[in-house]
């Protein structure tokens, strides 16, 4: 998997967007992107994913740069519930022996 | 109605023990796997399962053996139990291997080794 980077921690106000960055400057043409939430205690959830467009569901958005070098994850609306820890992951969807590999991900804190 | 879902939820036991965690998903997934969330808290993928059939087995302990006895359930049996083995461990399951699809995963189970 190409080694993804982000930041370790940030904060939010509730109720304004959350923009969270990745970078993946050795993406290859064949991953992915895929951004998870872990809430405290719970299992990772699936948010987005996205290969060169960008993406939007009723979670969140997800850009991508044209280079594809980086991606924002865009909560629009970022409510208490929206804490968690965040995994920003590249995956090649046409190899059978690479499976999704979890790196630090970037802590949201939501603040009243 | 969990997709899927994994038991026991906690699980504390003395070392030397063997114990088992069941999973099971109702989605038709092809593709099941056993993740490992240390104190540290990193996941890491352990196993990962294609039809009852072995995929990846990701430098694990032989101690750690997985068991599907349908493409709906991977099991997960742990013998001679360490203290290093503490641990909250995730299952999940994918449509398929190969393709862009997510991963769903279970709720966890908490193992203690006292």
């Known amino acids: 998997d190409a080694k993804t980077t982000q930041p370790p921690s940030m904060d939010c106000a509730e109720g304004r967007a959350a923009n969270l960055p990745c970078n993946h400057s050795?993406?290859?043409?064949?991953?992915?992107v895929y951004w998870y939430r872990q809430i405290h205690s719970q299992g990772p959830q699936y948010i987005i994913h996205g290969l060169k467009n960008n993406e939007t569901n009723e979670m969140a958005s997800l850009i991508i740069t044209e280079d594809r070098k980086s991606s924002t994850l865009i909560l629009p609306h970022a409510t208490l519930r929206d804490t968690a820890v965040y995994y920003c992951?590249?995956?090649?969807?046409?190899?059978?022996?690479?499976?999704?590999?979890f790196g630090g991900g970037t802590r949201l804190m939501v603040k009243p | 109605d969990t997709a899927v879902s994994q038991t026991p939820k906690y699980l504390v036991t003395q070392m030397g023990n063997d114990k088992s965690i069941k999973c099971e998903q109702n989605l038709g997934h092809d593709t099941m796997y056993w993740y490992k969330q240390d104190s540290k808290k990193f996941l890491k993928i352990m196993f990962s399962?294609?039809?009852?059939?072995?995929?990846i087995n990701e430098t694990v302990p032989n101690r750690f053996s997985p068991k599907s006895p349908d493409k709906a359930h991977l099991n997960l049996h742990i013998n001679s139990l360490e203290l290093g083995d503490s641990a909250v461990y995730f299952c999940?399951?994918?449509?398929?291997?190969?393709?862009?699809?997510?991963?769903?995963f279970g709720s966890g189970t908490r193992l203690t080794v006292v």
């Open positions: 399962y294609n039809n009852k059939e072995l995929i």
């Open positions: 999940a399951s994918s449509q398929a291997l190969l393709g862009a699809y997510g991963y769903t």
């Open positions: 050795t993406i290859s043409g064949n991953e992915y």
């Open positions: 992951i590249v995956r090649a969807y046409n190899n059978a022996g690479n499976m999704l590999t």
